[in-house]
């Protein structure tokens, strides 16, 4: 391929079908799709899972699964026509011109080999040799912001956290300097600082590479924040694309309203009005679509959009495939926004929580995953639990069930009784009022057994129901999370993620709860599905009166849903404090980096706080404020040397920080960080 | 539009046939299944109903015609005492038949016992019983026969007991370590939360989901066990005469080879080899069908 004639873009896709061949036919997955990515441009490509993006990513290199096929169309990679390359010219093509970084770094990296190797062997197959390979390698590796290379080199990929794997899986697809680089949910499996880490990287690598780029994703913000243009898929074509600012502020399509809807913007909060889903699902692959794809899903659809496809209209630089796209907008919503009003907290705290710790022992090193938490929690209160990932979160959580004991000393009082450290001696009814909400559906249910039976289980045992009675509080259940009879009979399985995780809340809730720890419940879901389990779980705690400690990655979603918010860091507390409070600031500074971090949809871009390095090991934690390694408002020694405490600020929120309460609110009034 | 309301879940987002059709389904795909499977069919057919084809009465001896070779008559021959070889071969897959999968049957409730055990309660009890069992794992077979013949005395019970317990702790091994992998799943903390039983965690919640490795390791054994039955009955430990046991038979003749008598052993030994083979191949299509 001769570079220096480059063609005008980078990538080309025209009228391309492909299909995967299931059960001997041939279902459509992707529908005459065009687009182009200009040299140089970031593309990104968004919609629900299952719409086709990886199919696209995979399509673009000819690595379709063997059952997939290309059923028509052209693919023009800098103007050379992919489908015409045989077998040698592709693996050319692949080794030298296309890069691919996958979701889960574990995909490209090999666990048995150590990193530094699979780095050599990429500059080997391209012919470079000696010394001049562990150069490349060390210098690769600095580019990706790795800071010690030498010592990453001789570690095997475990050795790694998830972003550093990342980092050297965006490596080695830079490694020969491609020129189309395809990104497929690069950072979906990172919490947000880490993902915030990656992102900057992918952005200074562009300018420095001039790579042209597909950025598959789910997660809008990110993708408003990484592209030049986006293309919005819906069963396998686009229905719209343009640049990222003007589709994301004035979208023209329904299905782009209703994406964006989906999601808890600008701060808001559960009382504020309910989020709004879509209803339905994707059409499934392969299925006959006469008129528009979206049509049983938009409340604008009439008789003609069911019986013929609308045409991409061309609205000047922006495309839509609706016939109505002047008025998407006033697509009506689909869940009412009202909502019930907020039950008045009572007074007395359903949970007490004093001086809890957790000290593992890792390799004969004390760990303390969990140091000296106290916090309240009121009757139908949320308490939000954020932090990065190894911070303690899901540690905290444990404890409270009773599944891991705590250290002797702490203790843990449920409606004013205090509750044994181990779950074998706590009472029926202590177990019955504190339950939980798995991340993972497929760990969380035994896939042996029936959704009746996983339920009805958890009803026998905790409400004590049996025979008709039972049959009737499960019914009642089954409706309260919106499944229905149909889903009986059928094991986990053959159920999609979302309705998985309504079984996991309707057997969380079966003994009448007091208390739900819901562990990161929506990170799996799409958030056409988020959206409607979040709603779930805001309408079913002013019914019941229930308190919820809830864990996630996703601010937003947090404080949505927050009444209050404790923000851990190598298991202690750095700040708690009303949600609103804690969220507007003046803040903790580590909590002002986790906020900033967060990419946001309406491209406000504010100075970004960057939290440089790797969170200490838990092990072996700065002395001090254990902080301050990574510190961006580090006021000094008095840092390093004593550890601040955890102060009282303004009645109920508390900052373990040396710095006085007015002068983050001075310092922190300087770099106005957006709400997330 | 009223069509429009709260994400109504729909049946079609309900999919797929069950696990246990789809391995039944890929299981009649494999042609290693399916010839394993025919070739341990004829030897089931041959024990349940042998006696009615055998052309001859495999116990009743005719001295006159003792070790006749193979002909149209008799058409593997006789042996010493003019039986004739063939008959026996049919009538021989009975006790084998019956012993061995009666072994593997104790070798599995037991294994499966000590293996959800051991992984569920880990820590104390493993350590003991996995101690235990590598030591016991450590006797040869032959000792731990001849150690229950003592005890027990030659029958066919005495050779249920032994290989069931010889292989328990191969067994046990294998759910140990796949209940192991199950216990850091959530819905066994879930099972906790719900104060079950350590009894129904483990043969309610965790055994459905380990059924799949025990198969295979089952089904494997199955192999060794028969192997092991002819042996211990070659060396006199295991089934005793007038069976027509192969490996019995191949004991009482195999002293003729040198006569030239080859046929007295030649047709049980290639019997136990097509048992053992077939049930290894069913074995193979079994491992295949639950692995992919
Ligand atoms: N069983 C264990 N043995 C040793 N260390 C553990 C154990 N469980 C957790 N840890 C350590 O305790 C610390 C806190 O872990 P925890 O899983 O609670 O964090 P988290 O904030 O929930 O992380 P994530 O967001 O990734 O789930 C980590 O350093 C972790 O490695
Ligand atoms: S064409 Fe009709 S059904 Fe399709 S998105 Fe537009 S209004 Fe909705
Ligand atoms: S005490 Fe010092 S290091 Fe710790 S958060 Fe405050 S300013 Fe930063
Ligand atoms: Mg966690």
Same mark, same amino acid.
């Given at each position: 391929?001769?570079?220096?004639?480059?063609?005008?873009?980078?990538?080309?896709?025209?009228?391309?079908?492909?299909?995967?061949?299931?059960?001997?036919?041939? /279902?459509?997955?992707? /529908?005459?799709?065009?687009?182009?990515?200009?040299?140089?441009?970031?593309?990104?490509?968004?919609?629900? !899972?299952?719409?086709?993006?990886?199919?696209?990513?995979?399509?673009?290199?000819?690595?379709?699964?063997?059952?997939?096929?290309?059923?028509?169309?052209?693919?023009?990679?800098?103007?050379?026509?992919?489908?015409?390359?045989?077998?040698?010219?592709?693996?050319?093509?692949?080794?030298?011109?296309?890069?691919?970084?996958?979701?889960?770094?574990?995909?490209?990296?090999?666990?048995?080999?150590?990193?530094?190797?699979?780095?050599?062997?990429?500059?080997?197959?391209?012919?470079?040799?000696?010394?001049?390979?562990?150069?490349?390698?060390?210098?690769?590796?600095?580019?990706?912001?790795?800071?010690?290379?030498?010592?990453?080199?001789?570690?095997?990929?475990?050795?790694?956290?998830?972003?550093?794997?990342?980092?050297?899986?965006?490596?080695?697809?830079?490694?020969?300097?491609?020129?189309?680089?395809?990104?497929?949910?690069?950072?979906?499996?990172?919490?947000? %600082?880490?993902?915030?880490?990656?992102?900057?990287?992918?952005?200074?690598?562009?300018?420095?590479?001039?790579?042209?780029?597909?950025?598959?994703?789910?997660?809008?913000?990110?993708?408003?924040?990484?592209?030049?243009?986006?293309?919005?898929?819906?069963?396998?074509?686009?229905?719209?694309?343009?640049?990222?600012?003007?589709?994301?502020?004035?979208?023209?399509?329904?299905? %782009?309203? =209703?994406?964006?809807?989906?999601?808890?913007?600008?701060?808001?909060?559960?009382?504020?009005?309910?989020?709004?889903?879509?209803?339905?699902?994707?059409?499934?692959?392969?299925?006959?679509?006469?008129?528009?794809?979206?049509?049983?899903?938009?409340?604008?659809?009439?008789?003609?959009?069911?019986?013929?496809?609308?045409?991409?209209?061309?609205?000047?630089?922006?495309?839509?495939?609706?016939?109505?796209?002047?008025?998407?907008? =006033?697509?009506?919503?689909?869940?009412?926004?009202?909502?019930?009003?907020?039950?008045?907290?009572?007074?007395?705290?359903?949970?007490?929580?004093?001086?809890?710790?957790?000290?593992?022992?890792?390799?004969?090193?004390?760990?303390?995953?969990?140091?000296?938490?106290?916090?309240?929690?009121?009757?139908?209160?949320?308490?939000?639990?954020?932090?990065?990932?190894?911070?303690?979160?899901?540690?905290?959580?444990?404890?409270?069930?009773?599944?891991?004991?705590?250290?002797?000393?702490?203790?843990?009082?449920?409606?004013?009784?205090?509750?044994?450290?181990?779950?074998?001696?706590?009472?029926?009814?202590?177990?019955?009022?504190?339950?939980?909400?798995?991340?993972?559906?497929? !760990?969380?249910?035994?896939?042996?057994?029936?959704?009746?039976?996983?339920?009805?289980?958890?009803?026998?045992?905790?409400?004590?129901?049996?025979?008709?009675?039972?049959?009737?509080?499960?019914?009642?259940?089954?409706?309260?999370?919106?499944?229905?009879?149909?889903?009986?009979?059928?094991?986990?399985?053959?159920?999609?993620?979302?309705?998985?995780?309504?079984?996991?809340?309707? /057997?969380?809730? =079966?003994?009448?709860?007091?208390?739900?720890?819901?562990?990161?419940?929506?990170?799996?879901?799409?958030?056409?599905?988020?959206?409607?389990?979040?709603?779930?779980?805001?309408?079913?705690?002013?019914?019941?009166?229930?308190?919820?400690?809830?864990?996630?990655?996703?601010?937003?979603?947090?404080?949505?849903?927050?009444?209050?918010?404790?923000?851990?860091?190598?298991?202690?507390?750095?700040?708690?404090?009303?949600?609103?409070?804690?969220?507007?600031?003046?803040?903790?500074?580590?909590?002002?980096?986790?906020?900033?971090?967060?990419?946001?949809?309406?491209?406000?871009?504010?100075?970004?706080?960057?939290?440089?390095?790797?969170?200490?090991?838990?092990?072996?934690?700065?002395?001090?404020?254990?902080?301050?390694?990574?510190?961006?408002?580090?006021?000094?020694?008095?840092?390093?040397?004593?550890?601040?405490?955890?102060?009282?600020?303004?009645?109920?929120?508390?900052?373990?920080?040396?710095?006085?309460?007015?002068?983050?609110?001075?310092?922190?009034?300087?770099?106005? %960080?957006?709400?997330? | 539009?009223?069509?429009?309301?709260?994400?109504?879940?729909?049946?079609?987002? *309900?999919?797929?046939?069950?696990?246990?059709?789809?391995?039944?389904?890929?299981?009649?795909?494999?042609?290693?299944?399916?010839?394993?499977?025919?070739?341990?069919?004829?030897?089931?057919?041959?024990?349940?109903?042998?006696?009615?084809?055998?052309?001859?009465?495999?116990?009743?001896?005719?001295?006159?015609?003792?070790?006749?070779?193979?002909?149209?008559?008799?058409?593997?021959?006789?042996?010493?005492?003019?039986?004739?070889?063939?008959?026996?071969?049919?009538?021989?897959?009975?006790?084998?038949?019956?012993?061995?999968?009666?072994?593997?049957?104790?070798?599995?409730?037991?294994?499966?016992?000590?293996?959800?055990?051991?992984?569920?309660?880990?820590?104390?009890?493993?350590?003991?019983?996995?101690?235990?069992?590598?030591?016991?794992?450590?006797?040869?077979?032959?000792?731990?026969?001849?150690?229950?013949?003592?005890?027990? &005395? *030659?029958?066919?019970?005495?050779?249920?007991?032994?290989?069931?317990?010889?292989?328990?702790?191969?067994?046990?091994?294998?759910?140990?370590?796949?209940?192991?992998?199950?216990?850091?799943?959530?819905?066994?903390?879930?099972?906790?939360?719900?104060?079950?039983?350590?009894?129904? *965690?483990?043969?309610?919640?965790?055994?459905?989901?380990?059924?799949?490795?025990?198969?295979?390791? *089952?089904?494997?054994?199955?192999?060794?066990?028969?192997?092991?039955?002819?042996?211990?009955?070659?060396? &006199?430990?295991?089934?005793?005469?007038?069976?027509?046991?192969?490996?019995?038979?191949?004991?009482?003749?195999?002293?003729?080879?040198?006569?030239?008598?080859?046929?007295?052993?030649?047709?049980?030994?290639?019997?136990?080899?097509?048992?053992?083979?077939?049930?290894?191949?069913?074995?193979?299509?079994?491992?295949?069908?639950?692995?992919?």
């Amino acid at each position: 391929m001769t570079k220096s004639a480059k063609a005008e873009n980078a990538l080309e896709l025209r009228d391309l079908s492909v299909a995967y061949r299931v059960a001997g036919r041939n /279902r459509a997955v992707l /529908r005459n799709l065009s687009l182009n990515i200009g040299q140089g441009e970031a593309y990104g490509l968004v919609g629900e !899972s299952g719409c086709g993006k990886s199919t696209v990513a995979l399509t673009v290199v000819r690595y379709l699964p063997r059952n997939g096929s290309i059923t028509g169309g052209a693919i023009s990679l800098d103007g050379q026509d992919v489908m015409k390359l045989d077998a040698e010219a592709l693996r050319r093509a692949r080794a030298e011109s296309v890069s691919m970084v996958y979701q889960d770094p574990g995909k490209a990296l090999n666990p048995s080999i150590r990193v530094g190797r699979q780095l050599t062997e990429i500059f080997e197959l391209g012919g470079i040799t000696g010394k001049a390979v562990e150069d490349r390698a060390v210098a690769m590796l600095n580019r990706v912001r790795i800071s010690d290379p030498t010592s990453v080199m001789q570690r095997y990929p475990h050795q790694l956290s998830g972003g550093m794997q990342q980092r050297v899986a965006i490596a080695m697809a830079l490694a020969n300097d491609p020129s189309m680089l395809i990104l497929d949910e690069p950072t979906t499996g990172l919490d947000a %600082t880490v993902e915030a880490e990656v992102l900057d990287l992918i952005a200074q690598l562009r300018q420095e590479l001039s790579a042209s780029i597909l950025f598959i994703s789910h997660n809008l913000a990110v993708v408003s924040n990484m592209c030049d243009r986006v293309g919005v898929l819906y069963a396998g074509m686009l229905v719209e694309e343009g640049p990222t600012e003007v589709v994301f502020n004035d979208p023209r399509h329904p299905y %782009t309203v =209703a994406l964006l809807r989906c999601l808890p913007r600008g701060g808001q909060r559960k009382d504020q009005g309910r989020l709004d889903t879509i209803p339905g699902f994707l059409p499934g692959i392969g299925v006959d679509i006469k008129g528009c794809a979206f049509a049983d899903r938009c409340a604008l659809a009439d008789d003609r959009c069911r019986s013929e496809l609308p045409p991409l209209y061309d609205l000047g630089g922006r495309l839509s495939r609706c016939f109505y796209h002047e008025k998407a907008q =006033a697509l009506p919503r689909a869940t009412p926004s009202d909502v019930a009003p907020a039950p008045k907290a009572a007074a007395v705290p359903v949970l007490r929580v004093a001086g809890l710790n957790k000290t593992y022992s890792s390799h004969g090193h004390a760990l303390r995953a969990v140091k000296d938490v106290s916090l309240d929690l009121r009757p139908g209160e949320t308490l939000g639990l954020v932090g990065e990932s190894g911070s303690g979160k899901t540690t905290f959580a444990r404890l409270l069930l009773g599944l891991v004991p705590p250290d002797d000393g702490g203790t843990i009082v449920l409606e004013g009784k205090a509750l044994a450290p181990r779950l074998e001696n706590r009472s029926d009814d202590q177990i019955k009022a504190m339950q939980i909400v798995f991340q993972n559906p497929d !760990s969380a249910l035994n896939r042996s057994h029936s959704i009746r039976h996983l339920i009805g289980r958890a009803l026998k045992r905790l409400a004590g129901l049996s025979g008709k009675a039972l049959e009737a509080r499960l019914n009642d259940l089954v409706r309260s999370v919106r499944l229905t009879d149909r889903h009986l009979a059928v094991k986990p399985r053959q159920l999609s993620g979302g309705l998985k995780q309504r079984v996991a809340i309707a /057997r969380a809730f =079966a003994g009448d709860p007091r208390i739900v720890v819901c562990d990161e419940p929506t990170s799996a879901l799409d958030v056409s599905v988020q959206a409607a389990i979040l709603n779930l779980l805001a309408d079913l705690q002013s019914k019941e009166d229930v308190s919820y400690i809830f864990i996630s990655h996703d601010l937003a979603v947090v404080r949505y849903l927050s009444d209050k918010i404790a923000v851990l860091y190598l298991g202690r507390i750095m700040e708690l404090g009303p949600s609103e409070d804690v969220f507007s600031g003046p803040h903790h500074p580590y909590t002002e980096a986790l906020l900033s971090a967060v990419p946001k949809l309406d491209q406000t871009e504010t100075a970004r706080i960057r939290l440089d390095g790797e969170i200490p090991s838990a092990t072996n934690p700065p002395s001090g404020c254990v902080f301050h390694t990574r510190c961006p408002r580090k006021i000094g020694a008095i840092c390093e040397q004593q550890e601040p405490p955890l102060s009282e600020a303004q009645p109920g929120h508390s900052i373990r920080c040396h710095i006085p309460y007015e002068e983050l609110a001075r310092l922190q009034k300087e770099v106005v %960080t957006e709400p997330a | 539009m009223s069509a429009v309301q709260t994400t109504s879940p729909t049946p079609d987002d *309900t999919r797929k046939r069950g696990p246990l059709a789809e391995v039944l389904l890929s299981l009649l795909r494999s042609g290693t299944f399916l010839t394993g499977f025919a070739i341990v069919m004829f030897w089931v057919a041959c024990a349940l109903f042998g006696e009615h084809f055998a052309p001859y009465d495999p116990l009743a001896d005719d001295i006159i015609n003792a070790l006749a070779p193979p002909s149209a008559e008799h058409w593997f021959g006789t042996d010493q005492i003019g039986r004739d070889v063939f008959s026996r071969v049919i009538v021989g897959s009975r006790d084998i038949l019956t012993v061995a999968p009666l072994a593997t049957l104790l070798a599995t409730v037991a294994g499966t016992a000590l293996g959800l055990l051991t992984g569920y309660f880990r820590g104390l009890v493993d350590d003991v019983v996995s101690r235990i069992l590598e030591a016991f794992m450590a006797i040869p077979v032959v000792i731990v026969a001849l150690l229950a013949i003592v005890a027990l &005395g *030659t029958s066919k019970t005495t050779v249920i007991v032994v290989i069931g317990l010889s292989f328990a702790p191969i067994i046990a091994r294998t759910v140990r370590s796949a209940v192991l992998a199950e216990r850091e799943l959530d819905y066994v903390a879930a099972a906790q939360l719900r104060h079950e039983s350590a009894a129904h *965690t483990m043969f309610v919640e965790i055994l459905p989901n380990v059924i799949p490795p025990i198969l295979v390791e *089952t089904t494997v054994r199955l192999g060794y066990a028969i192997f092991a039955v002819a042996t211990l009955s070659f060396m &006199g430990f295991g089934i005793q005469p007038p069976s027509p046991d192969w490996g019995l038979s191949i004991s009482n003749n195999y002293g003729m080879i040198g006569g030239g008598f080859w046929w007295t052993v030649l047709f049980d030994a290639l019997a136990i080899a097509s048992l053992v083979i077939g049930v290894n191949l069913a074995a193979d299509g079994v491992h295949g069908a639950l692995n992919d």
